[in-house]
T-cell receptor, first 111, second 114 residues
Framework: GQQVMQIPQYQHVQEGEDFTTYCNSS?????IQWYKQRPGGHPVFLIQLVKSGEVKKQKRLTFQFGEAKKNSSLHITATQTTDVGTYFC???????????FGQGTTLQVKP | NAGVTQTPKFQVLKTGQSMTLQCAQD?????MSWYRQDPGMGLRLIHYSVGAGITDQGEVPNGYNVSRSTTEDFPLRLLSAAPSQTSVYFC?????????????FGPGTRLTVT
C-alpha cells in the first residue's frame, strides 16, 4: 500500500533559524496536505497542494509540491517559538476521502 | 458550531474490557475517520466512513469496530481491550475543498489499557 515518509523526525533550531521538513510518497498523489499539531493538541489543517510544481506561501511558511507529485516540502523562514510542534504531511490513496499520514517532524525552537 | 467533539477525554481500561469512544460533528461532513497516534508512528487510519451506512477499513483495523447510523455520529468500539491499544485516538471529519478532503480533528481521547 501507499507509504508516506517524512524527514527528519526531529529538528532543534535556534529562534531565527530556518527549518525545512521533507515528505516523500511511494505513489503519485492527487493532492498533499500539511497539518500542524501543537504539544498536547490535535492536528490542525494548514494547507493543501494539488498541482504539479505548486508553491504556496503562508506568511513565513512556504509549501512546495514536486513536479512528479510524489514529494513535498515545508520551509519555515526565521522560526519563532510559536512554530513549535509536529508537522505532518498526508496524501490520499487514490481519489478517496481517507488520508495516509507521514510520521511527522517535531520542531523544537530554542529562544 | 462545536466542530468535532470526542468523549471521553481520558479512559483507563483493564485488559479484556470493551468500550465505545464517541465522536460527533455538526458540520454536515460526509467523511469521518478514526486515527490512532503513537510516539514516532504518526497518525494511522483505523476505520473511515464515506457517509451514513458506509464504512471501510483503514491501515490498522484489527480489534476495532465502527458503525455510521447518522451523518453526525461515528463511534469507535474496542471489542476486547489489549495493552497494545494504549494510544491517543483522534476522530476527524472531512469536507471536499479544492480537489481534496481537508480533515478537521477532534480533541482526542487518551486511552490506557492495563
Amino acid at each position: 500500500g501507499q507509504q508516506v515518509m517524512q524527514i527528519p523526525q526531529y529538528q532543534h533550531v535556534q529562534e531565527g533559524e530556518d527549518f525545512t521538513t521533507y515528505c516523500n510518497s511511494s505513489t503519485t498523489l492527487s493532492n498533499i496536505q500539511w497539518y500542524k499539531q501543537r504539544p498536547g493538541g490535535h492536528p490542525v489543517f494548514l494547507i493543501q497542494l494539488v498541482k504539479s510544481g505548486e508553491v504556496k506561501k503562508q506568511k513565513r511558511l512556504t509549501f512546495q509540491f514536486g513536479e512528479a507529485k510524489k514529494n513535498s516540502s515545508l520551509h519555515i523562514t526565521a522560526t519563532q517559538t510559536t512554530d513549535v510542534g509536529t508537522y505532518f504531511c498526508a496524501g490520499p490513496p487514490g481519489n478517496t476521502g481517507k488520508l495516509i499520514f507521514g510520521q511527522g517532524t517535531t520542531l523544537q525552537v530554542k529562544p | 458550531n462545536a466542530g468535532v467533539t470526542q468523549t471521553p477525554k481520558f479512559q483507563v481500561l483493564k485488559t479484556g474490557q470493551s468500550m465505545t469512544l464517541q465522536c460527533a460533528q455538526d458540520m454536515n461532513h460526509e467523511y469521518m475517520s478514526w486515527y490512532r497516534q503513537d510516539p514516532g508512528m504518526g497518525l494511522r487510519l483505523i476505520h473511515y466512513s464515506v457517509g451514513a451506512g458506509i464504512t471501510d477499513q483503514g491501515e490498522v483495523p484489527n480489534g476495532y469496530n465502527v458503525s455510521r447510523s447518522t451523518t453526525e455520529d461515528f463511534p469507535l468500539r474496542l471489542l476486547s481491550a489489549a495493552p497494545s491499544q494504549t494510544s491517543v485516538y483522534f476522530c476527524a471529519s472531512s469536507r471536499l475543498a479544492g480537489g481534496g478532503y481537508e480533515q478537521y480533528f477532534g480533541p482526542g481521547t487518551r486511552l490506557t489499557v492495563t
